[in-house]
């Protein structure tokens, strides 16, 4: 089992940066794959980014969704059992609570790490606002 926790969420204006950290419990943090999902008010907890466990699987190591592709960058340190998100030039339509996710075995289908089902951990989620 893995706890997750998330920090680093904040007010920022837009065209700013903010980096989220994702903490988690336990020795055997390298045998999670691991993903960042965000849910806004009144809508359904979208995917976000995924790390799978591979380094090179079916032909990437990092997943990402078409509205954070060249602006967010998610990395793992595995040393300190930590995944972070990197979000460059926020737009408002970033705003949402961000959770951290955890599955712990590599992602069973092209695509599958997108979806919320595909995980079995979650943290707690921490707050972006991203202002005009």
């Known amino acids: 089992q893995v706890q997750l926790v998330e920090s680093g969420g904040a007010v920022v204006q837009a065209g700013g940066s903010l980096r989220l950290s994702c903490a988690a419990s336990?020795?055997?943090?390298?045998?999670?794959?691991m993903g960042w999902f965000r849910q806004a008010p009144g809508n359904e907890r979208e995917f976000v980014a995924a790390?799978?466990?591979?380094?090179?699987?079916?032909?990437?190591?990092?997943f990402y969704a078409d509205s954070v592709k060249g602006r967010f960058t998610m990395s793992r340190d595995n040393a300190k059992n930590t995944v972070y998100l990197q979000m460059n030039s926020l737009k408002r339509e970033d705003t949402a609570v961000y959770y951290c996710?955890?599955?712990?075995?590599?992602?069973?289908?092209?695509?599958?790490?997108?979806?919320?089902?595909?995980?079995?951990?979650w943290g707690q989620g921490t707050q972006v606002t991203v202002s005009s």
């Open positions: 996710a955890a599955r712990g075995s590599e992602f069973a289908y092209s695509g599958s790490y997108s979806w919320t089902t595909a995980y079995d951990y």
């Open positions: 336990g020795r055997t943090f390298s045998r999670y794959a």
């Open positions: 790390v799978p466990l591979a380094i090179n699987w079916r032909g990437g190591s990092t």
